[in-house]
C-alpha cells in the first residue's frame, strides 16, 4: 500500500498519497472521495510535523536595501536568527524600539541608509563574552565596562511585509543565518512524511470521515478513541525520554499527607 518514494532518496518515507490512497482502500471508497481525504490528511500531517516531529529547516539570508530579509515561502515560525562567526552562531536581540521602513512613492520601502544616525557596525571575531560596543573608539568592547550594545545586532518582525527588519546600524553585507519551522506540505512536489506517522494518518482520516458522517455516537467514540491509540505509538515512537519524565513518572500517584 504505502510505497518508498525514489525521489526523496531516503528510506523510511512515504509520500502524503499514498497514506490518503491506504485510507481509500482501508474504507472501501472511490477515487471522488479522495480530496476530501487529502483534506483531512493535511490537517493529520501538520498535527504530526508541528507536535511531534519538530523539523528545522536553515538558510542563510542577504540583506535588502533597507536592512530587513524576506522571510521563505514556507516560514511558519522561527527558532534562532543570527550570525555565524568562526563556525558559532551569534544570536540577535529583538528590540521592538527599530522602525520600520516605510513605502516610498513608488510603492517601495525607502533606503534605510540615509536615515542612519549610528555608524554600520560588524560582529567582531572575539569570544561571546566580551561582545559589547558603545560606538565610541574601543570604550565597552570588554566584558565589564558599560555596554550600549550586544556586539551583534537588533531586530524586529514586519508581519505585514513578512519580513525580518533590523537596525540601521548593522552592515549591509551581514547574511543572516536563519533557523525556522517550516510548513511542510509542499504545493508543487510531492509531500513526504516518516514512515511511523503513516498509520496515524490514515486513523485520522477515518477518525475525520466518521465524524462528519451519520455513524452512530459508538462508532464515532471508537473511531477517535483508535486515532488516540495511535497518536500515542507515534510519540513512544518519535520521543525519547527524558529528566522530566521520570520525575513525572515518579510523582505520579503522589499525594502529600495532611496535617493532623
Known amino acids: 500500500m504505502s ?31 479522495y480530496e ?16 511531534l516531529a519538530q523539523e528545522v529547516k536553515t538558510v542563510k539570508l542577504t540583506l535588502t536595501a533597507w536592512k530587513a530579509v524576506e522571510l521563505p515561502e514556507d516560514y511558519v515560525d522561527w527558532a534562532m536568527i543570527g550570525v555565524v562567526v568562526n563556525n ?3 544570536v540577535f536581540t529583538h528590540d521592538d524600539r527599530i522602525p520600520i521602513a516605510q513605502d516610498d512613492e513608488d510603492g517601495y520601502p525607502e533606503d ?9 557596525t560588524e560582529v567582531l ?24 550594545s ?38 508543487c ?12 494518518i490514515e486513523r485520522y482520516i477515518h477518525w ?16 477517535k478513541e483508535n486515532m488516540a491509540k495511535e497518536w500515542l505509538t507515534l510519540q513512544n515512537r518519535t520521543q525519547k525520554i527524558t529528566v522530566d519524565d521520570v520525575l513525572d513518572c515518579a510523582r505520579n500517584g503522589y499525594k502529600m499527607s495532611p496535617w493532623i
Not at 12 to 22: A, P
Not at 36 to 51: G, P, S, V
Not at 136 to 141: H, L, P, R, W
Not at 208 to 218: D, E, N, V, Y
Open 3 to 33: 510505497t518508498i518514494v525514489k525521489d526523496t532518496k531516503q528510506r523510511g518515507f512515504v509520500t502524503l498519497d499514498s497514506c490518503i490512497r491506504g485510507a481509500l482502500m482501508s474504507a472501501g471508497a472511490d477515487v471522488e472521495h
Open 208 to 223: 475525520q470521515r466518521i465524524t462528519f458522517s451519520k455513524a452512530s455516537l459508538g462508532e464515532k467514540q471508537m473511531a
Open 88 to 90: 558559532q552562531i551569534r
Open 189 to 200: 512536489e510531492q509531500s513526504v512524511v516518516h514512515v511511523y506517522a503513516a498509520e496515524f
Open 125 to 148: 571575531d572575539t569570544p561571546e563574552n566580551v561582545q559589547f560596543w558603545t560606538g565610541s573608539q574601543e570604550v565597552g568592547q570588554l566584558y565589564g565596562l558599560v555596554a550600549k
Open 112 to 120: 534605510l541608509a540615509s536615515l542612519e544616525t549610528l555608524p554600520e
Open 150 to 187: 550586544n556586539g551583534n545586532g537588533y531586530y524586529k518582525f514586519n508581519t505585514e511585509r513578512r519580513e525580518i527588519q533590523f537596525a540601521p546600524s548593522i552592515k549591509s553585507d551581514t547574511v543572516v543565518y536563519l533557523e525556522y519551522i517550516a510548513d511542510a506540505i509542499n504545493p
Open 36 to 51: 476530501r481525504y487529502k483534506h483531512f490528511a493535511i490537517k493529520a500531517f501538520r498535527k504530526f510535523h508541528f507536535d
